[in-house]
């Protein structure tokens, strides 16, 4: 939603030459060992004690660590050969880097300008867990900023602050957020500085998104195995350069889990327990619930209006089974920011009452009316 960056939908199998270029084909993976007792594997970095088997309690039974390359590999077309092996992306940010020229042109794009994309990744993690923290198949946003060599420390502050921001406005509460730096011997071989958002998980604090200064690295590699140019012109100056790269590459799949964690609210209610998920309205998947106070055909024929009144703009369920207040903790458990009632007086008044999931309080207003009242409550 920038005028300075644009956005991609970049494919899931690239040429593998590019994973060359990019490093993963020789350095994408991580140490994996395997307990000689019980024979289960783990990823030897994530252990608590590099010593003691986590499954079965043994000591002194891991074997050799060995580098384990997390891409999935596949082949393209009929044939199964070491020619025409492929892999899924494990990141979408490759798929911009190839993508740079093509975009900047089209787009007519000078720096500094970002490409976005947000899509699936896929990795052969060897110990994937933690409900959807850490999964084989997921959802990545990443974008790769380009701009001058000489203004990259500045876009790199920029950004670190403006990815924090961005957590904090869709209601991470910011006792459960830090940026971390990275130490010296954590930055990845293409990084000169990078911060990890980290999120105060049920386990611990856990990196939901790292931002990094990837200097030219990656653009220099492709034009080097591609033999394209993937240099910049600037028209102002006459000068031609790589442009830098300001990363900030976040996981779709996790944040959400965070935010799931940090809306969770168990509330008391007059003398009631209410389990309700506070997201922020931008980020509940159903925005309005319909529904009619009982099962009663003229009520039904009126909910269903209204629910047509509101599909156009917004995800809406209409929910008809069970009493009414068992049908409002169904949606505040769901997070639905707001319930729309047709109850007996509609069918004379033709008002609704509107009921807001955090205060619980409801207006009565007249059906020609709720969309604006919504409009205004609704963003985005
Ligand atoms: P980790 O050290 O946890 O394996 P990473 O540092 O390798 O992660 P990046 O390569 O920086 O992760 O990927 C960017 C983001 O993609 C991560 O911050 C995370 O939110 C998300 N991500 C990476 N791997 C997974 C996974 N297996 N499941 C879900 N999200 C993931």
């Keep these: 939603m920038r005028g300075d960056v644009v956005g991609l939908d970049s494919a899931v199998i690239q040429a593998p030459q590019v994973w060359v270029a990019s490093g993963h084909v020789n350095s994408f993976s991580d140490p994996l060992v395997e307990c000689r007792h019980c024979h289960n594997r783990f990823r030897l970095d994530k252990l608590e004690d590099t010593d003691q088997c986590p499954s079965c309690g043994n000591r002194d039974t891991f074997t050799e660590a060995r580098e384990f390359n997390l891409m999935f590999r596949t082949h393209m077309g009929p044939v199964e050969s070491a020619d025409n092996e492929v892999y899924l992306r494990p990141e979408t940010a490759q798929g911009i880097f190839i993508n740079f020229e093509n975009v900047r ?13 947000i899509g699936k990744s896929f990795r052969n993690e060897i110990t994937p867990g933690q409900f959807v923290f850490r999964t084989r198949e997921f959802e990545q946003m990443e974008m790769e900023f380009f701009c ?3 203004e990259a420390d500045e876009w790199f502050q920029y950004w670190i602050e403006e990815r924090r921001r961005w957590y904090l406005d869709l209601g991470i509460t910011e006792e459960n957020l830090r940026l971390r730096p990275h130490d010296d011997d954590e930055l990845s071989h293409y990084s000169t500085a990078t911060y990890d958002v980290d999120y105060r998980f049920p386990w611990g604090w856990d990196e939901l998104e790292g931002i990094a ?24 100056t006459e000068e031609r350069f790589f442009p830098h790269v300001i990363e900030p590459a976040a996981g779709a799949t996790r944040t959400t889990f965070a935010f799931l964690i940090d809306a969770y609210t168990e509330e008391e209610v007059r003398g009631e327990q209410r389990t309700v998920l506070k997201l922020d309205p931008r980020l509940a998947p159903v925005k309005v619930a319909v529904l009619p106070l009982s099962k009663k055909d003229d009520l039904v024929a009126v909910t269903a209006e209204v629910a047509d009144l509101l599909r156009d703009r917004w995800m809406i369920e209409v929910d008809v089974t069970q009493s009414i207040g068992r049908r409002y903790r169904r949606q505040d458990e ?11 007086d509609t069918l004379d008044d033709r008002q609704v009452t509107v009921r807001d999931r955090d205060t619980m309080e409801q207006d009565r207003i007249p059906i020609e009316n709720v969309v604006g009242y919504l409009e205004s409550r609704l963003p985005g």
Aim: a negative charge; charged letters at 25%.
């Design 105 to 117: 042109r089209t787009a007519r794009m000078r720096l500094p300008f970002g490409i976005a994309q």
């Design 148 to 150: 001058r060599p000489d």
């Design 213 to 236: 200064n990837r200097t030219d690295f990656d653009l220099k590699a492709h034009a080097e195995h591609s033999g394209e140019d993937l240099t910049y012109f600037d028209p102002i």
């Design 334 to 344: 769901i997070g639905t920011p707001y319930c729309v009632t047709v109850d007996f």
